[in-house]
């Protein structure tokens, strides 16, 4: 079969979907009667966190490979994003402006930076462009 099953099995993703599911069972009986919907937020972060270790040492085992050297240009537009966004919404800007502003700039510098995850979605979004401009008759 194809994709992670293939790659590592039923039983790993049996385990994995265990550790995350019991986990944020176990954290959520723990920190909600002490920190309420905030506390069922940080459980399910720490059950997934869990869980993925999980997975990512597993899918190391098959085949290994190396994240962090490739994501340096993403880390720092990410900072880049954070700060802006922390700055706009002290300053009492709305939501929605601060969502757009946040995108705009994540996705700005991921091209200004040349990070290839950009031509990756553009190469998965331009065939839903160009059908659409089809149905539309738009050919330009």
């Known amino acids: 079969t194809d994709g992670l099953d293939g790659l590592l099995g039923g039983v790993a993703l049996t385990i994995f979907a265990a550790i995350g599911g019991l986990s944020n069972i176990t954290?959520?009986?723990?920190?909600?009667?002490?920190?309420?919907?905030?506390?069922?937020a940080l459980?399910?972060?720490?059950?997934?966190?869990?869980?993925?270790?999980?997975l990512w040492r597993k899918v190391k085992q098959v085949n290994s490979?190396?994240?962090l050297p490739r994501m340096k240009k993403m880390i720092v537009s990410a900072l880049v994003m954070a700060?802006?966004?922390?700055?706009?919404s002290v300053s009492g800007v709305n939501v929605l402006i601060i969502l757009g502003a946040a995108i705009f700039v994540y996705l700005g510098l991921l091209y200004l930076l040349g990070?290839?995850?950009?031509?990756e979605i553009k190469a998965i979004l331009q065939p839903a462009v160009s059908a659409e401009r089809e149905r539309r008759g738009l050919t330009f």
Not at 83 to 88: D, E, K
Not at 115 to 119: A, D, G, R, S
């Open 115 to 119: 990070e290839p995850l950009i031509y």
């Open 83 to 88: 700060g802006l966004t922390l700055i706009l």
């Open 65 to 67: 490979f190396r994240v």
């Open 43 to 54: 459980a399910t972060l720490l059950a997934q966190t869990l869980a993925n270790f999980y």
């Open 27 to 40: 954290l959520d009986l723990l920190l909600i009667p002490s920190f309420g919907p905030a506390g069922s």
